[in-house]
């Protein structure tokens, strides 16, 4: 079991910067890939970004590509999301996701995943 609590969401100026994470406990984090998945209200689920259990593999959405960037440090058991110059589009609850798998592996599909987080907000304002 892997339980994963988001925080960094809040308030932030179109333009501006935020930094998510994302804290693991349980079992072996090294060993799951992660994933950052947002949704808006009124929206579906969808795909942000997703790295590797060796962080040597981050894949992301096209919306987010250049804008966002995924890393993980293993040793604290957390993974990050950097945001930066945000849009109102970006605005959502975002949630991190875990999924035991190859150490190359990414996943973008929500359904992968065996875990995720309560989820944090962000809000964009212009």
């Known amino acids: 079991q892997v339980q994963l609590v988001e925080s960094g969401g809040g308030l932030v100026q179109a333009g501006g910067s935020l930094r998510l994470s994302c804290a693991a406990s349980?079992?072996?984090?090294?060993?799951?890939?992660m994933g950052w998945f947002r949704q808006a209200p009124g929206k579906e689920r969808e795909f942000v970004t997703a790295?590797?259990?060796?962080?040597?593999?981050?894949y992301y959405a096209g919306s987010v590509k250049g804008r966002f960037t995924i890393s993980r440090d293993n040793a604290k058991n957390t993974v990050y999301l950097q945001m930066n110059s945000q849009r109102a589009q970006d605005a959502a609850v975002y949630y991190c996701?875990?999924?035991?798998?190859?150490?190359?592996?990414?996943?973008?599909?929500?359904?992968?995943?065996?875990?995720w987080g309560q989820g944090t907000q962000v809000t964009v304002s212009s």
């Open positions: 996701e875990a999924k035991e798998g190859p150490i190359y592996r990414t996943y973008v599909e929500g359904s992968e995943y065996d875990y």
């Open positions: 349980g079992r072996t984090f090294s060993r799951y890939a």
């Open positions: 790295i590797s259990w060796n962080g040597a593999y981050t």
